[in-house]
């Protein structure tokens, strides 16, 4: 077995934390006494200890929330593990884990099982997928495990801490998760058989040997150094009290007790699992599939980001709650802004900012962390990127998929593709690198839920004005969100709507040429956004009866009678009344009369003077929600009156 790199912790912080040991912890705990603990297993005849141990852990967590008892199913972790399928966004094709062995056999650790665990393969239960032994615990398998139940899942990982160890740090964890699984090497030699007490020799070996997982639950300070083997060469009081996966025969009821003092305690893994029935946000973003534990550094005010296409709501819109990522240090500290309807798909501050301030997360010991942030709507096919800025310690050691191997014993390969996830450096003027020419992908997971609407842009504020040049102008207050505007016209008295314009956000109006005099027209303007070749539109109101100006209004005659001029012009259909006009020769027009009848044709002008040369103008109008419009006109010849 191979514990792979080795995390960044921090050991010291457990004493700035809690003081000094003795009012930091007390001298025993024991999680089974709080009914915390699940009953032992038997993983014989299979070497799957590493998933045991982390069941162990997820099942403790279920119980310390209250949500019964569970029992998870090794079987599907492991098999999975070694056998991963594409997600169910469809994201990660081509990453792949491949142990060099039968999975049964090979081992594992749980530190890869907890980032493998992020991406939601798994947990499910020992029913849904069944330990292969029969009875006696021999071998049977003979039933295939179908690869449609590579995400079928009880229960998901929400964190998974991972340190080093020392005996504060795992007391720290025991109090905070209740179990921890840890790596060591377990030999039955070294096992008093009368107390259960083990502890590989101290001093035997120049280096940590491993070759088992089982889970810590509990502790003794006062549990006696006489308990050990003399080959162990134990020095100190105090035991942990584990749980190990060898049947309820061996040991003390399937438990041992550990020596705090054991060379080969290593890898500390402690887990908060959620119930899936419990998960509010269901669908998981990501591309990094496979389960390296590769690092990158990432400075202080550095960044990474991840892009996503929105598309698990299927036409509906989602909401983003959680981001997922993974560190190997302690005490990291993250500014985190989602930006949405990104303009540029290789530029991830390329779209909107969703919070006025970035929001703020300490994570204070490595692993995999779920944050919960505020709620950002996005759009159904729309682009939106999650960027996490080291906003605390010199140098974050952040999780990244890539190509890797470990030992004899695993490897991993990463479908890495070009606008997945990017690095940035500090500087004000640095732009954004793709992942891919580093060949590694972040560990930027989004979890968003799917709404039962689609998202769609706002209403637009719109009005309509006739003009006498031939149009109606609409025009429009722009709408967040929106990357068009569709423009529609249908007739006053009945009749469908016809699309008359797309209009593009650059411009927020459109001129109705195709207009006939006095005809009475209503119009609405409909809001949409475009995302990956798809447009979703808002919802509309219908503005008011507009009318279109009147054509331009001719006098027909203007004759000199007994009692004035007369001016007579031809009627036109549908407007509402006329204006007269009149001046002298060198003058301006003055309206001397205003018709409320859209079917007169004349009128006399019984205040010309007699002797004086008139010329007159008739003006159409017809009547609109903001007042009249007007005819254009055109000048009579001058007339005197006689």
């Known amino acids: 077995m191979d514990p792979g790199i080795e995390v960044e912790s921090d050991l010291t912080s457990v004493y700035a934390a809690y003081g000094n040991r003795e009012a930091a912890f007390p001298s025993s705990y024991d999680a089974r006494k709080e009914g915390l603990v699940t009953p032992v297993k038997n993983q014989n005849p299979f070497g799957t200890c590493w998933a045991f141990g982390m069941a162990a852990i997820m099942e403790t967590s279920l119980l310390a929330?209250?949500?019964?008892?569970?029992?998870?199913?090794?079987?599907?972790?492991?098999?999975?593990?070694?056998?991963?399928?594409?997600?169910?966004?469809?994201?990660?094709?081509?990453?792949?884990?491949?142990?060099?062995?039968?999975?049964?056999?090979?081992?594992?650790?749980?530190?890869?099982?907890?980032?493998?665990?992020?991406?939601?393969?798994?947990?499910?239960?020992?029913?849904d997928v069944p330990f292969p032994t029969d009875s006696s615990h021999q071998n049977d398998?003979?039933?295939?495990?179908?690869?449609?139940?590579?995400?079928?899942?009880?229960?998901?990982?929400?964190?998974?801490?991972?340190?080093?160890?020392?005996?504060?740090?795992?007391?720290?964890?025991?109090?905070?998760?209740?179990?921890?699984?840890?790596?060591?090497?377990?030999?039955?030699?070294?096992?008093?058989?009368?107390?259960?007490?083990?502890?590989?020799?101290?001093?035997?070996?120049?280096?940590?040997?491993?070759?088992?997982?089982?889970?810590?639950?509990?502790?003794?300070?006062?549990?006696?150094?006489?308990?050990?083997?003399p080959v162990s060469n134990v020095t100190s009081d105090g035991a942990w009290i584990i749980k190990n996966s060898w049947g309820e025969k061996k040991g003390d009821g399937g438990y041992y007790y550990l020596s705090y003092q054991d060379p080969n305690i290593s890898k500390l893994v402690s887990a908060e699992a959620v119930a899936a029935s419990d998960q509010k946000y269901r669908n998981n973003y990501f591309y990094d599939g496979s389960s390296a534990l590769s690092v990158i550094p990432i400075?202080?005010?550095?960044?990474?980001?991840?892009?996503?296409?929105?598309?698990?709501?299927?036409?509906?819109?989602?909401?983003?709650?959680?981001?997922?990522?993974?560190?190997?240090?302690?005490?990291?500290?993250?500014?985190?802004?989602i930006?949405?309807?990104?303009?540029?798909?290789?530029?991830?501050?390329?779209?909107?900012?969703?919070?006025?301030?970035?929001?703020?997360?300490?994570?204070?010991?490595?692993?995999?962390?779920?944050?919960?942030?505020?709620?950002?709507?996005?759009?159904?096919?729309?682009?939106?990127?999650?960027?996490?800025?080291?906003?605390?310690?010199d140098k974050i050691s952040f999780g990244v998929e890539a190509k890797s191997s470990y030992g004899n014993w695993f490897t991993c390969t990463a479908g890495i593709e070009t606008g997945q996830t990017f690095y940035k450096s500090a500087s004000e003027t640095a732009r954004w690198t793709d992942g891919k020419t580093k060949n590694w992908t972040a560990r930027i997971k989004a979890h968003t839920r799917t709404l039962n609407q689609s998202w769609v842009p706002d209403t637009p504020v719109f009005q309509v004005?006739?003009?006498?040049?031939?149009?109606?102008?609409?025009?429009?207050?722009?709408?967040s969100g929106a990357t068009g505007y569709y423009v529609y016209r249908k007739p006053a008295a009945g009749g469908k709507w016809s699309q008359i314009a797309d209009v593009g956000t650059s411009e927020l109006k459109y001129k109705d040429s195709k207009v006939t005099a006095n005809a009475s027209y209503r119009y609405t303007v409909k809001a949409y956004y475009e995302a990956s070749g798809k447009r979703y539109s808002g919802k509309y109101k219908t503005g008011d009866v507009i009318k279109a100006a009147p054509a331009?209004?001719?006098?027909?005659?203007?004759?000199?009678?007994?009692?004035?001029?007369?001016?007579?012009?031809?009627?036109?259909?549908?407007?509402?009344?006329y204006y007269i006009y009149r001046k002298k020769k060198g003058g301006s027009y003055q309206l001397i009369k205003k018709i409320s009848n859209g079917n007169s044709s004349s009128y006399l002008d019984k205040k010309a003077q007699k002797g004086v040369s008139y010329y007159y103008a008739v003006k159409a109008y017809v009547k609109e929600p903001y007042g009249n419009t007007y005819s254009k006109y055109k000048s009579s010849s001058a007339v005197k009156r006689k």
């Open 65 to 127: 929330q209250n949500k019964g008892t569970y029992d998870l199913s090794e079987e599907h972790l492991s098999y999975f593990f070694s056998n991963r399928q594409n997600d169910p966004l469809g994201n990660t094709p081509d990453d792949k884990n491949y142990v060099l062995g039968n999975y049964h056999v090979i081992g594992g650790n749980d530190h890869l099982a907890a980032i493998y665990l992020s991406t939601w393969s798994g947990m499910t239960t020992e029913a």
């Open 141 to 229: 398998l003979t039933v295939q495990i179908p690869e449609s139940k590579a995400y079928n899942s009880a229960a998901y990982l929400k964190n998974a801490s991972v340190s080093q160890y020392s005996e504060e740090r795992m007391k720290e964890m025991l109090l905070n998760d209740h179990a921890v699984s840890i790596m060591l090497y377990m030999k039955e030699s070294y096992v008093n058989p009368d107390t259960a007490a083990y502890c590989y020799p101290v001093g035997k070996s120049n280096s940590t040997v491993i070759n088992h997982i089982v889970t810590v639950v509990g502790w003794d300070d006062t549990y006696s150094k006489d308990n050990f083997l």
């Open 465 to 479: 004005k006739a003009y006498n040049s031939g149009y109606n102008l609409i025009s429009w207050k722009k709408v």
């Open 339 to 393: 930006y949405t309807d990104l303009t540029d798909p290789y530029d991830p501050e390329s779209g909107t900012a969703a919070y006025a301030a970035p929001y703020e997360f300490e994570q204070p010991i490595a692993g995999v962390q779920t944050i919960s942030v505020p709620e950002v709507v996005l759009k159904q096919g729309s682009r939106y990127s999650v960027v996490i800025t080291n906003s605390g310690i």
């Open 299 to 337: 400075q202080a005010g550095q960044s990474v980001a991840a892009v996503y296409e929105t598309t698990a709501g299927k036409g509906k819109a989602e909401v983003l709650g959680e981001v997922n990522l993974v560190t190997n240090s302690d005490n990291a500290c993250y500014k985190i802004q």
């Open 552 to 577: 331009v209004q001719k006098v027909t005659s203007v004759k000199s009678e007994k009692n004035g001029i007369r001016i007579r012009w031809k009627p036109q259909k549908k407007c509402d009344g």
